[in-house]
């Protein structure tokens, strides 16, 4: 069975900080990877995924399958950022979540 | 607004009542997810279907919970003889064909089990 394992709970950086948000996963296949995020009073919606190697909204995530790790990386905070951040592996056609972790960005 | 809807927001009912959630989700997307989702984790996978197929239940779903989708477009979870242990967000998403994992999630349930 597959596992999301996201080990904080809460991140609190100043603005202009560099973020890491860290995400581990266990499964047997190959997996595919994604970070969702949930703005305050907003939905839940997709982030980034690791097949599109993009970088959305300045954040980057990078699959180390020998560390099975996923986290997600922006060099320099922004206010805007604080949310709710959820990292999901998919397999099997659904999602399987992390805990969650609370990101917050101080002025 | 053309995203995923759910109704109701919220619900409070008493212990060992039965309740209904409804979901409606993006008209041209065949798949729809239930999750259940409890204060400081991630959601939890219930179920899901293919147009009007239920393809999968999780454990956690268990024989209190029932899932339909009739027509292949709303879905509805109905919860019987709820517990407390029931009060939790009830998240809808669907997703387009072919893309399993982008999931266009509602706004959730609210359900309070007094």
């Known amino acids: 069975a597959q596992r999301v394992t996201q080990p904080e709970k809460l991140l609190s950086v100043f603005k202009g900080a560099p973020v890491e948000l860290k995400c581990n996963y266990s499964?047997?296949?190959?997996?595919?990877l994604f970070w969702y995020v949930q703005y305050s009073r907003q939905r839940l919606q997709l982030l980034l995924r690791?097949?599109s190697r993009e970088s959305i909204k300045g954040f980057t995530a990078d699959l180390n399958k020998g560390e099975t790790s996923f986290h997600l990386k922006k060099p320099f905070a922004q206010e805007e950022d604080s949310a709710m951040y959820y990292c999901?592996?998919?397999?099997?056609?659904?999602?399987?979540f992390g805990g969650g972790t609370r990101l917050m960005v101080k002025p | 607004d053309t995203g995923v809807s759910q109704d109701p927001r919220h619900k409070i009912t008493k212990r060992g009542q039965n309740v209904t959630f409804r979901c409606d989700p993006i008209?041209?997307?065949?798949?729809l997810y239930w999750y259940r989702q409890t204060l400081g984790q991630g959601p939890e996978f219930l179920t899901y279907?293919?147009?009007?197929?239920?393809?999968?239940k999780s454990r956690l779903l268990s024989d209190r919970f029932s899932a339909e989708r009739p027509k292949g477009s709303f879905s509805t979870l109905e919860i019987q003889r709820t517990e407390q242990g029931d009060s939790a967000m009830y998240l809808c998403?669907?997703?387009?064909?072919?893309?399993?994992?982008?999931?266009?999630f509602g706004p959730g349930t609210r359900l309070t089990v007094t």
């Open positions: 998403a669907s997703s387009p064909t072919g893309d399993f994992y982008e999931q266009y």
């Open positions: 499964y047997s296949g190959s997996p595919e």
């Open positions: 690791h097949i």
């Open positions: 999901a592996l998919g397999a099997g056609n659904m999602l399987t």
């Open positions: 008209s041209e997307h065949n798949r």
């Open positions: 279907f293919q147009n009007e197929a239920q393809l999968e």
